[in-house]
């Protein structure tokens, strides 16, 4: 199956969800590459990025899930190869 490489964004608002966001990053693990998680402490919030490679069904589910945690925002930008 083709694969495509991408980045999901998240902007998490309820720290509290982190253990929510952990575990479906785990069920995704051997698909990401690399994740970075930043907090701004200024704004209260935290920037998460996920690189994965995965065919597109993969990555919108798993965007999906994340997107779908409250005070998560997820947005998604795949590669054009």
């Known amino acids: 199956m083709e694969t495509r490489v991408a980045v999901i964004a998240l902007i998490v608002e309820d720290s509290s969800r982190a253990e929510i966001i952990n575990g479906i990053l785990h069920e995704y693990g051997e698909r ?12 209260g919030i935290n920037i998460i990025s996920v690189a994965v490679d995965a065919d597109t069904d993969t990555i919108g589910a798993l965007s999906g899930k994340l997107g779908m945690i409250k005070g998560v925002s997820a947005k998604t930008v795949y590669s054009k190869l």
Do not use: E
């Open 32 to 43: 990401i590459i690399a994740r970075m998680g930043v907090p701004y402490k200024k704004k």
